[in-house]
């Protein structure tokens, strides 16, 4: 039996990449700050479920007097607000060096999105990946992109599975059905 290889573990600084992408920091300024994190968190559920990664997007507590707070967003995907006094960084840092240490996920792939220079070699010192939020909107983009393609690619094409559920005779009598419909029209209306 071939070992299972753990899905990668994305770490993203939320308010930095929500500084760093135009879009985001536009969304900020026009409307809220809580839009732009919906926003963030829509995108990147997205592109976790595309790429096949475990996401966890960390946002600073910012001067919030509340404990600290995971919010699931999907099996794969959660959001976590640090401890009062607590920066992002610290936190993605603290759960790469604990990572590091623990045998049982020495084959891991830990990957931190973040534009802080010296985030990025702290983390990366943890034998984590780096990822800038530039680097971070190009993929994401590829696999929206991606996507759309696959998806039109799809189009006009029936479905495996729906040729494969439905009986020989079944199939014989749709085709019949359609046939007949297309001799005479106005039985369809």
Known sequence: ????????LLFVDGYNIIGAWPQ????RDR???????????????????????????????????QPTL????????????????????????KWCAELQKDIRYFNLRLIVATSDQAHRHTVTGYGAEW??????????EAAVQQGRKNHRGQMGKTPKRL???????????????????????????
Not at 1 to 8: A, I, L, R
Not at 78 to 87: A, C, E, K, L
Not at 131 to 140: C, E, H, K, V
């Open 1 to 8: 039996m071939k070992p299972s290889v753990p899905q990668p």
């Open 24 to 27: 985001l920091s536009r969304l």
């Open 31 to 65: 409307e809220t700050l809580a839009a732009a994190r919906n926003q963030l968190v829509e995108e990147l559920t997205n592109y976790s479920a595309y790429q096949g990664f475990k996401t966890r997007i960390v946002f600073d507590a910012y001067g919030q007097r």
């Open 70 to 93: 995971q919010e699931p967003i999907t099996p794969d995907v959660s959001i976590h607000y640090t401890d009062y006094g607590q920066t992002a960084d610290t936190c993605i840092e």
């Open 131 to 140: 990822m800038s939020a530039q680097r971070l909107a190009r993929d994401l």
């Open 163 to 189: 040729k494969t559920a439905l009986k020989p005779a079944v199939h014989d009598r749709l085709r019949a059905l359609r046939n007949q419909l297309e001799q005479r029209p106005h039985l369809g209306s």
